[in-house]
């Protein structure tokens, strides 16, 4: 169980300091508007004050404070969750999640309740949605932990 716990909160670290250094080095870059993939990814920096696909938009202090402390106790649960996990996927995968939630909050405490997203998604002209690196961990972190819930057998790992 110890060496889970070390992958969880080890990866957590690392996707979380990942996250901070590309963030600082997209501020300095001026990459704003470069194609990263034809047709899919372009890099458009903007500050999200919401939550995903900028639901729930706080433009108050308020609000954001709000925002920064169910960002804290989601972090709290999902740690407290990960403690007692019992394979390796789940481990990594709640690791990539905690990372990506570090992360993100990194962002709202120095941005002022937002966070930096910078890769926009899009379809040929139809656009999907602005992400950051700390998203796509969470993401996949989610795809995990399904993985890990329809495919390892409890107890392996």
Do not use: E, Y
Request: proline content about 2%.
């Amino acid at each position: 169980m110890t060496k889970l716990r070390l992958v969880v909160f080890g990866m957590a670290v690392l996707v979380g300091l990942a996250d901070l250094i590309l963030v600082q080095f997209m501020l300095g870059t001026g990459v704003a508007g470069r194609m990263l993939v034809p047709g899919l990814a372009d890099f458009n920096p903007t500050l999200n004050r919401g939550v995903s696909f900028s639901l729930l938009t706080q433009n108050t202090v308020a609000g954001r404070q709000l925002l920064i402390a169910l960002l804290l106790v989601i972090i709290i649960v999902v740690a407290a969750v990960a403690w007692r996990t019992s394979s390796l996927l789940a481990s990594s995968a709640f690791g990539l999640i905690l990372g990506g939630a570090l992360g993100n909050l990194s962002d709202r405490l120095r941005f002022n309740g937002a966070v930096f997203d910078f890769l926009a998604l899009h379809l040929g002209k139809t656009p999907l949605f602005v992400c950051n690196f700390a998203d796509i961990a969470i993401s996949i972190g989610a795809i995990l932990l399904i993985a890990d819930t329809l495919f390892v057998k409890q107890g392996a790992g």
